[in-house]
T-cell receptor, first 111, second 114 residues
Framework: TQLLEQSPQFLSIQEGENLTVYCNSS?????LQWYRQEPGEGPVLLVT?????EVKKLKRLTFQFGDARKDSSLHITAAQPGDTGLYLC???????????FGKGTKLSVKP | GAVVSQHPSRVICKSGTSVKIECRSL??????MFWYRQFPKQSLMLMAT?????????EQGVEKDKFLINHASLTLSTLTVTSAHPEDSSFYIC??????????FGPGTRLTVT
């Protein structure tokens, strides 16, 4: 069974600080997605990483896929209150073509 | 990106009644859709895979007779919670794959069973 370990589960920081969220597995994934979810809404896709070692940037967010395609990280620079939300990593590799989700990181950025 | 809608966004029903939730892909066709359940402050749990033209595939521990799935067309899948009970109260989310690796999610349906 493929599992994704996401850490930390909770993160509370001040505006302007940097943070990194990690997503690790012992399994290889063909791709990894990062989603952001706000309360009462569905997850919104932020990025998909496919190639080992790949780095993608989305404004203040930097996503990295490990060389062996078993892990990924999300780094946020100078966090803002608008970054508050639940961040989910998900690997493409379920038996039905479904995504396998990490447990999520609940980020709170205080002004 | 692709757009997936869900209806209703919120529903309150009495214990013992059935509730139908619709999931639609608005600008693309989806032969497969996924149904998830999410408890407060937790991640998404896959319930079943909806397949157009064939039976749904349920995850272990999910009662297929309680959670009826019908993939009526290439743009519509429905989840019916039959004989709902308070413990079925949850946030139900559907998704559809598009563009290879990616999946796009609906906005979710908050079900409350009284």
């Amino acid at each position: 069974t493929q599992l994704l370990e996401q850490s930390p589960q909770f993160l509370s920081i001040q505006e302007g600080e940097n943070l990194t969220v990690y997503c690790n597995s012992s399994s290889v994934f063909s791709s990894l997605q990062w989603y952001r979810q706000e309360p009462g809404e569905g997850p919104v896709l932020l990025v998909t990483v496919v190639t080992g070692g790949e780095v993608k940037k989305l404004k203040r967010l930097t996503f990295q896929f490990g060389d062996a395609r078993k892990d990924s990280s999300l780094h946020i620079t100078a966090a803002q209150p608008g970054d508050t939300g639940l961040y989910l990593c998900a690997g493409h590799g379920g038996s039905q073509g479904n995504l396998i989700f990490g447990k999520g990181t609940k980020l709170s950025v205080k002004p | 990106g692709a757009v997936v809608s869900q209806h209703p966004s919120r529903v309150i029903c009495k214990s013992g009644t059935s509730v139908k939730i619709e999931c639609r892909s608005l600008d693309f066709q989806a032969t497969t859709m996924f149904w998830y359940r999410q408890f407060p402050k937790q991640s998404l749990m896959l319930m079943a895979t909806s397949n157009e033209g064939s039976k749904a595939t349920y995850e272990q521990g999910v009662e297929k007779d309680k959670f009826l799935i019908n993939h009526a067309s290439l743009t519509l899948s429905t989840l019916t919670v039959t004989s709902a009970h308070p413990e079925d109260s949850s946030f139900y989310i559907c998704s559809a794959p598009w563009g290879g690796h990616e999946q796009y999610f609906g906005p979710g349906t908050r079900l409350t069973v009284t």
